[in-house]
């Protein structure tokens, strides 16, 4: 298929997109409860006579090619968030206290559309082409339950590929980077613990509001001063908790923050290091403390040669002028970095911010909107990374 071709059969699917996103955008659901989700997709695949299997709420498909050959996936997250929708929208949610305000609804129809398009073209391929569906990519990550339960086996996937509509970003752009694009997670809590007292006799306790600040105080220099200005971290604590009267040492303080990271090797050694300092300090000031981390999503890291792939098949479909590459990772998270964790792909951000509109609400706002036209351009980026992912593997084992 010749690139003109490819936009032609991306173009005409429109109207379908357009009414697909719509229809997905009326029923936003919370992760793992993606059921109307999950039932409109597998409705959807059946139509097109493309086999699927469901586990909890994820649905994935498989496209059979003509001939043998490796497997390549496509991903798109499913759930909604927890927002009320303001009145305007002519397909607004049906679900109160939910809306589409990330792009989900949009990531599923683009996989859709993909799905239908490759299906049409599937006596063209070698190998075959999964389609992965995913929940709770706002909550507690449907991801890595997916790579858990096989999904990148049976069989087995050599390359996946994925996106995020971006409102930051102008209709017709596509932006990724090499190496780290998101960071990753982890929830921490600190618990100092002194000795209750009377305020009046200090001595006869030991004040655990005292250790805490003399704590958080040194973990704000652990970024500063762990870590090389030449890579990024991020330590925040949102809340504090202690104390019972005016007049009485505090016995156990609770802190509770995140800490964001790009590589591997300093999320390790920022957790090592936020135990020790928070130990130590407590200890010589007569208390003690405790740390439990939560881990989050890993960091997102892109496979090189599948940024070059995106990077080239972005400048050929859209051209050079419209391809971006991101100076610097974002350190929110993304758990599309589970699919890649051990498995070639990479990640890229689709520019829907209609021409003209400069200050475009954010992700995550009840304000959120994107321009329909980005339906089509995700599809064809979508099946052009897919058809020539699949031609790239046969070339190299031939060779």
């Known amino acids: 298929m010749t690139d003109e071709q490819l936009k032609q059969e991306a173009l005409a699917l429109a109207p379908w997109l357009t009414k697909t996103r719509r229809d997905l955008h009326k029923i936003p659901e919370p992760g793992f409860e993606e059921f109307e989700t999950q039932a409109y997709i597998m409705r959807a695949l059946d139509e097109m006579k493309i086999p699927y299997t469901t586990h909890k709420t994820w649905v994935v498909g498989l496209i059979s090619g003509a001939r043998p050959g490796r497997t390549v996936a496509l991903r798109a997250d499913m759930d909604g968030l927890p927002l009320k929708e303001p009145a305007g929208c002519g397909f607004a949610s049906t679900h109160p206290g939910y809306m589409h305000a990330c792009g989900h609804d949009a990531h599923v129809t683009m996989a859709l559309g993909a799905a239908r398009l490759l299906n049409a073209h599937k006596d063209e391929l ?13 909550t507690v990550g449907g991801a890595l339950p997916m790579v858990q339960a096989g999904v990148l086996e049976n069989p087995h996937v050599d390359k996946v590929f994925g996106l995020h509509v971006m409102s930051r970003l102008p209709l017709g752009t596509v932006e990724t980077r090499y190496g780290a694009l998101n960071g990753s997670s982890d929830d921490v809590q600190l618990f100092i613990r002194g000795k209750a007292g009377h305020g009046a006799y200090p001595e006869m306790g030991v004040d655990g509001i005292v250790i805490a600040a003399q704590v958080i105080c040194a973990l704000q ?15 925040s604590f949102g809340t504090i908790e202690g ?4 007049n009485v040492l505090c016995g156990e303080v609770k802190l509770h923050g995140t800490l964001r990271t790009v590589s591997p090797k300093t999320r390790e050694a920022l957790l090592r290091r936020m135990e020790q300092i928070s130990t130590g300090i407590a200890r010589s000031m007569g208390g003690d403390a405790e740390l439990v981390v939560e881990p989050g999503y890993c960091a997102l890291i892109n496979h090189d040669a599948d940024v070059r792939h995106i990077l080239n098949t972005a400048t050929r479909l859209l051209g050079k002028e419209n391809v971006l590459q991101k100076p610097e990772p974002s350190m929110g998270v993304e758990d599309f970095s589970y699919f890649i964790e051990h498995t070639p792909g990479a990640f890229f951000h689709l520019g829907c911010a209609a021409p003209g509109e400069s200050e475009a609400a954010p992700l995550h706002s009840v304000d959120f909107t994107l321009d329909e036209r980005c339906l089509p351009i995700g599809v064809m980026m979508h099946a052009a990374l897919v058809m020539e992912a699949l031609a790239e593997i046969g070339e190299e084992e031939q060779a």
């Open 221 to 235: 220099t652990l970024v500063s001063r762990s870590v090389s200005p030449l890579d990024s971290a991020v330590l």
């Open 126 to 138: 070698a190998g075959n082409v999964k389609l992965l569906f995913q929940p709770a990519e706002e």
């Open 243 to 246: 104390g019972s009267a005016n």
